[in-house]
């Protein structure tokens, strides 16, 4: 089955790749044409993840999913949320996202987070959402050098590495877009 990943992402799309297996075949947005950035304008991850699925299905007739990812500390009411990308401002940088969160949570105990995925669907032109969770807590300094995002600073429950410690297949099984993606695989099959 060929479905495109709306993401130009290309951390995502390998990270994605792997956890499908042979029995997809993922293509990217650069892939199908598509060289604009994706609207993603939303309050929720629900609508961002929708918002971008639909346009690349009703711009390249593809069927297609798209997720939207936050990072939800309770130490600060569940900030950055669906901000997490932009957590601190234009340009994106995945630095300064990290530094800013550190800042905010300097001399607090509580560090409690969550990542969450949504991943919507758009497949013969019917919708569909599937949801990942993955806890943990907020390191105080970097740590790893693997994977993108707040991985660096996100250490999951059970686990004494950040997600930037762990191999792929590691994070993948535990992960909040590992999560998604399996319950994906599960409804394609």
Do not use: W
């Amino acid at each position: 089955m060929k479905i495109c990943f709306a993401t130009n992402n290309a951390k995502k799309i390998q990270e994605v790749k792997a956890a499908l297996g042979e029995s997809f075949e993922i293509v990217s947005l650069e892939a199908i044409g598509c060289t604009e950035e994706l609207p993603e304008t939303g309050d929720t991850l629900d609508h961002n993840a929708f918002q971008k699925a639909r346009y690349v299905h009703e711009k390249y007739g593809v069927d297609c999913f798209a997720d939207d990812t936050g990072l939800e500390v309770d130490a600060l009411d569940g900030a950055p949320g669906v901000y997490s990308g932009r957590f601190a401002g234009e340009p994106r940088s995945d630095e300064r996202n990290i530094h800013l969160l550190l800042e905010k949570l300097a001399g607090k105990t509580e560090r409690a987070a969550c990542f969450r995925t949504v991943i919507a669907l758009i497949l013969d032109g019917k919708e569909y959402s599937f949801e990942g969770v993955a806890e943990g807590e907020i390191i105080a300094e970097r740590s790893g050098s693997g994977g993108f995002g707040y991985d660096p600073v996100f250490k999951p429950v059970g686990y004494e590495r950040t997600f930037a410690e762990l191999s792929m297949e590691e994070k993948n099984a535990i992960s909040h877009r590992g999560k998604a993606v399996q319950a994906l695989i599960e409804f394609l099959k």
